[in-house]
């Protein structure tokens, strides 16, 4: 454009894009008029300044990211990418996750996002079993002054891993009660006896439970259904059939490894209570006759020792009328004659330990139940009555406790779910 004489300006004609075209080599010609004409010409370097116009756009409108639960912390989810074109710190690209709840906490408490690359960090592992999927925003801003950016969503969806074992509601072991089921005799085959209820937290087949006898008194007597856990006989049940009788079931889930657990169910084979004499209230009677024979040994052991000690005042009245009848050691108790228990009379010994074994009979085990199958006892006993047993008399029926009730309290107290009944 011709300003004054001889003089020109360059202007643009348009808007010009940093990012479209950057440099311009603009070629200027001068031509006289003359014939013929003459010319030179050069050339101009335009350089276009950058101005922080452009916001950083994410490659992808969402990013989603698959993951397993119980990921290692530290473990990437995905990572997501902006573009910046512009120049230097104004095309600079700063991630940040935005801040937002998952499932009650702070979502950088579940994840980092690295700011140089984008890579999206597990802070934590994830159960499956508290959430199945969880959203949250990250910002992707430039470095420019006024810096621009721009937001994308990130869906993380988790996947189940077969990490709960089955747990059986039934039959509990809550209590350390003994379950016991009564069967009729004249339950016949294919009679549904009991159920083994079993369930698992995780889902799909991860869940899927099945269910076995591993360990049975009779292996051909009952059998369980594979997945509804019924239990039922396999024939009709007959006079020569042991009247108690122990099945180990296992029910495993469908996972890759699979999981399982086991429960012992015992089963009567009667049709009225009265035939099942073991099963009247005996612990506390054989308990009492047990602390009335401590009492017994105790008495004994105390008269003994008074006699001792009678009898050497005796001597020892004796030698002083007659010095000579005895030597003088005789009168020195050496402590070897002590009856041995004597020392534990009244600190913690035989009597503390009677008494404790007393107090565990008699409290804890009052308050086990046994309920039975309805259907089966309407003749014998009202349906919802319930008999108190304890674990012990159970214990004896099946034979674990026998003569030594000082064990049997041990067992009962310490470690009931490892007693296993052949
Ligand atoms: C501009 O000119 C320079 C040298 O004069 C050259 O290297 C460059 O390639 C040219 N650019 C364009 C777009 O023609
Ligand atoms: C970035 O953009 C701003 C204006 O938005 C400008 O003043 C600055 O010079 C630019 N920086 C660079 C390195 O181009
Ligand atoms: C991204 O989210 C932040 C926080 O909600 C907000 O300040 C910012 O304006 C958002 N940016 C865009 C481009 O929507």
Known sequence: VPSIKNYYSLVTTGQLD???????????????????????????????????????VFEEQSYNAYINENIKPGSTLCSVSARDPDWRQN??????????????????????VNGDTGVIHAVRSFDYEQFRSFKFQVMARDNGSPPLSSNVT????????????PQILYPSLEGNSFMTELVPKAAQGRSLVSKVIAVDADSGQNAWLSYHIVKATDPGLFSIDLHSGEIRTQRDILESDSMKQNLIVAVMDNGQPSLSATCSMYLLISDNLAEVP??????????????????????SVSTFFLTFIIIILGVRFCRRRKPRLLFDGAV????????????????????????????????????????????????T????????????????????CDDSPEVGTFMKKSTPLMLTFE
Do not use: C, H, W
């Open 278 to 299: 073991e099963l009247k209230d005996i612990s506390y009677e054989k308990n009492s006759k047990l602390t009335s024979y401590l009492i017994i040994a105790l008495v």
């Open 332 to 379: 020195a108790i050496p402590g070897a004659y002590l009856p041995p228990n004597y020392a534990d009379v009244d600190g913690t010994g035989t009597l503390r330990s009677a008494y404790n074994y007393d107090t565990y009979l008699t409290t804890g085990s009052r308050t086990s139940d046994f309920k039975f199958v309805s259907s089966y006892n309407d003749n």
């Open 18 to 56: 940093r990012e479209l075209v950057s440099v311009y080599n603009i070629t200027i010609t001068a031509t006289d008029e003359g014939s013929p004409p003459l010319s030179s010409s050069k050339t101009v370097k335009l350089s276009v300044a950058d101005i922080n116009d452009n916001p950083p």
């Open 154 to 165: 990130v869906s993380v969806f988790i996947s189940d891993v077969n990490d709960n074992s």
């Open 91 to 112: 095309g600079t690209v700063i991630y940040s996750l935005l801040p937002a709840e998952v499932n009650g906490a702070s979502v950088s408490s579940y994840l980092s």
């Open 381 to 400: 006993l009202p349906a919802d009555q319930t008999l108190k047993k304890t674990p012990s008399d159970f214990a004896d029926m099946f034979g674990i």
